[in-house]
């Protein structure tokens, strides 16, 4: 992986939630390479610990870690491990999160849909339920368990994941538009209430990327874009879907101390220009 910025974490000690991911996993991959001591955290063990082995091999600090971002009793267990391996935390990286179907219409208008497909009225209350969970509370109890490190030693960031949704909602997917919506103000929330505490909250929101859980809604099994496909790329002016990487300076510009030192409370835009475009 080419880093995106010449940007020093030696001696940092990074924890990335949802690091079992493409993006995250990304993430991860770039802090060790900038030197950092990276705690990858996953319910998915077995890729948080194929992500270490691989970057251990390259000579990088990793450690995968078994984690439920949703049991604050589990998170702490993670945490003492991690205080124990590498040391208090740095920098928070929010990355677990997602969408589920039971929280998802089939149609994007309820004047299209028909018979026996999924309707706004028949959105699963525990579908809906899960994916706020999941999102909101899958950022909060992490906050709540690695921010203690840094209020004790007054300095350190957090980075929230949130999207194009929190801007405007997106069709068919209606609760999570508005869990990524929360973590947008929750970033500010933190933002203010950690100001004094030394501690910088930013968030970015990731234009459309093509990852495993969206492909089959962004192209066709022979490999064309869907019709959805193409309303997003007709909406971005530079044609085309974000790659993972180009997270990456965003992501290391919010959380270097000397760049972005007076930066708190923002959600950046990472998105070929898609939040910027009104259709004409």
Known sequence: MTL??????????????GAGGVLCGDMARAYAQAGAKVAALDLNEEAVKKLAEDLQAQGYCCVGYKANVLDPAALEEVHQQVLKDLGPCDILVNGAGGNNPRATTDNEYQHEAKEGQKTFFDLDASGVDFVFKLNFQGTLLPTQTFVKDMVERKHGNILNISSMNAYIPLTKIPAYSGAKAAISNFTQWLATHFAGSGIRANAIAPGFLVSNQNRAL?????GTPTARSEKILKGTPMGRFVDSEELLGGVFFLTDDKAASAITGVVLPIDCGFAAYSGV
């Open 4 to 17: 995106p910025l010449n940007v020093d974490f030696t001696g940092k000690v990074v924890v990335v939630t």
């Open 218 to 222: 962004l192209f066709n099994a022979d």
